[in-house]
């Protein structure tokens, strides 16, 4: 899956979209929609108002992260689908730092906070790393299941220990003092200060990645181990680093939600954002700067899709675009390959008619 | 009575035996589907998207016609459709199992909670045709048996289909070449047999299985229940079954057992230890089972070593 991003990628990229959002298309006619005033819809609900605006910047920083983190991961042939697990636990504990040392100052709170979450999810991401490494276990199964586990901890600690007084809310956390939230760019809108944060870590990661020997390193290890192996790289470190690092990032978007946006720890800071993230890394075939640039793409579909809501349309229509999309980039390759052996096969077979001797190694076998 | 004892007596129950039976069974289907997969050489994490599209067109055939068994058949047809979708695209275009599968799960829940928004107008639906239970009223007055009593025609059905499947993996033909396409697929070709062939029978086989699970989620356990993402990563633990089991249908069937049996506890005990904490219960043992099964292996091939 690791191809380079070239003209075919970009077509291919197109043509997936174009096609999803054509299954879109029938779909919503098949409910009995039109398909033209609900996209007109969606384009509306992302670009009518500024505030609509820093939305999809927000949404776009909390996917790019997202898709960065399992970018790293799968560089060095580690699938991190534990992201939404990370997730959480890096935004409780940041919010729960932030409650338990209210009063002091925000220099103190904010790095104690940021680190908080990194630290916490970084060692939740290094269990399943340590298994893969050391016992070879798969890390697919184990980060999904340390998703439910972190995903129930949290539901725990909001409704017992960590609860808010506040009745009204089943399981919250305690409101942070407003000295402490991240400033608003836009007013009304979700974007905070967090997406310079953000801007910083998505440089470094893609500067690691592409531009230093550590990134080429890491490469070879995802690519072929090895060799890696045999040239003296200490590869299950190597590993183990980046899904620590990978989960550390997606802790610190935990502690943005919180604190940029959502100013107390619930269990909805994340909606399965990681998930959307890690499809948004597959699109962009977990190439960095594709994945930022996506990020962006899908961001303006999913702050959209709330637009639709006004013309009674279901939103959940933007999830079915988007893994469309992911089908046909999945499949197309394969399905080219498919059509070049029929095509062969035909050219073949004229020969045969010429000539009668054609080779004909290449014959796909019937299916 | 000690509190002790208390928790005990309720932990061992006819009720919680009766639960365990219940949880088990959507799970014991979708592992004997994972299964087939499993031996055909496909990992196959989509599982949750199919049962979670099993469960809806369950409910919305049982809807349309008003009888749960249209429900039942309209979940089939679409389990038959998802397997073939995903033998395409796997087998078919040689597509990553993984991404087709994580793709799967969010298609299934976007495809599923529009659908129910567009039919039902809201986010789910309740009351519709559900599956008969089975009440007999003699059971109830023999000790053990009674935990069989008050459940869906499903449960026995996962029983026949237990065997059936075990069976055809061990017993037939099929079976041998299922399990070569996945180990040995250059072999089986040299006999003259597709492994393609037998992948698209293993997700086909697959999707069916999966979907009659979300059917009997959602029309016998829920009697007629539809909620969004209702599967609730019962896919996943159907998965780390089939990982316990080493893809063996009868072994699958305890290992989901096991499950319900943990998730029963978590409803007993919810006066004394949070729902919250008792619901890890399984997805921690999940792991400690994969790193048995591991460390096992490594150990008996250690072993081997040491002979030779």
Redesign the interface.
Known sequence: ?RQKINTKYLISLLVSIFLAFLVGAV?LLG??HSPLTAYGAMVEGAFSSLRHVGDVLEYAMVLAICGLACDLGSRVGI?N?GGEGQLLIGAIVAAQIGVSLNGTTAWLVIPLAALGAIVSAGLYAMIPGV?KVK????E???T???N??AA??C??MA??PWKSANKTMVSATENLNVRYWFDGLIPGSNLSTAIFAAAIIAFLVWYIMQKTTQGFEMKLTGQNPRFARFSGMRIDRKIIVCMVISGAMCGLVGMFRVYGSEHLFKPSVSN?YY??G??VA?IARYQPLATILLSLFFAVLKVGAEGLQQVGV?N?????I???V??FM??????L??LSVRLQKRKAAGADAHSGSAPREKGG??? | MSEFEKIMSSIFSYGTLQQMLRSATPVALAAIGGSMTEHAGIMNIGMDGMILMGAFFGVLGSFLFHTALAGVGMAIVMGVLVGLFFALLVVRYKSDEFIIGCALNTFAIGLTSYLSRSYFGTSGTKGNPALPMLRLAFLDKIPVLRIFNNQSLFVYLTWIIVIAAWIFVYKTPYGFWLRASGEKPDTLRTAGISPKRMKWIASILCGVLCALAGAHLSLGQLSGTFAENMSNSRGFIAFACVIFAAANPAKAYIAALMFGFFEAIGLRLQGYVSSDLTNTIPYIITIVMMVWVVVRKQAKKRAAKQET
């Open positions: 899956m779909i409910t009995g699938f689908v298994l016992l070879k276990v798969n697919v199964i184990t999904i299941m340390l439910t586990v129930s901890l539901q725990f409704k017992g399965d998930f959307e890690l499809m597959m279901p959940q229509i933007y999830l079915i988007q893994t469309v992911i089908f999945a499949a197309q390759s394969g399905f390959e498919c076998e019937k299916v």
